[in-house]
């Protein structure tokens, strides 16, 4: 049973960055794959980055390529997302999203396919 507790959301004005972090407790699998996925208002919600552990590579989404990364810190089982460059229609509710087991990096976009997630933080960027 995994856990993830995130924190780092607020409000930022346009240019501004964000770190966001997501404690992922109770991983013990090899292979897992982490999302970060947005749902901005009246949206569905979909994935701006994903990492699979299967594959050892991120995907990125379009909208956020050159100004969003994702890193971990191993030791103490938080991944972050960084974000930069930030601009009004980043706002959103960010969750981060866990599974283990293997996944092909291209199928970590659907969030159908996880298990578990954080409890949300709101994102809000405006002058």
């Known amino acids: 049973q995994l856990q993830l507790v995130e924190s780092g959301g607020g409000v930022v004005q346009p240019g501004g960055s964000l770190r966001l972090s997501c404690a992922v407790s109770?991983?013990?699998?090899?292979?897992?794959?982490i999302g970060w996925f947005r749902q901005a208002p009246g949206k569905e919600r979909e994935a701006i980055l994903c990492f699979s552990s299967s594959d050892d590579s991120t995907y990125y989404a379009d909208s956020v390529k050159g100004r969003f990364t994702i890193s971990r810190d191993n030791a103490e089982n938080i991944v972050y997302l960084r974000m930069y460059s930030l601009r009004p229609d980043d706002t959103g509710v960010y969750y981060c999203a866990a599974r283990e087991g293997r996944l092909l990096q291209r199928l970590c976009v659907l969030p159908s396919l996880y298990d578990y997630w954080g409890q949300g933080t709101q994102v809000t960027v405006s002058s």
């Open positions: 109770g991983l013990t699998s090899d292979y897992y794959a």
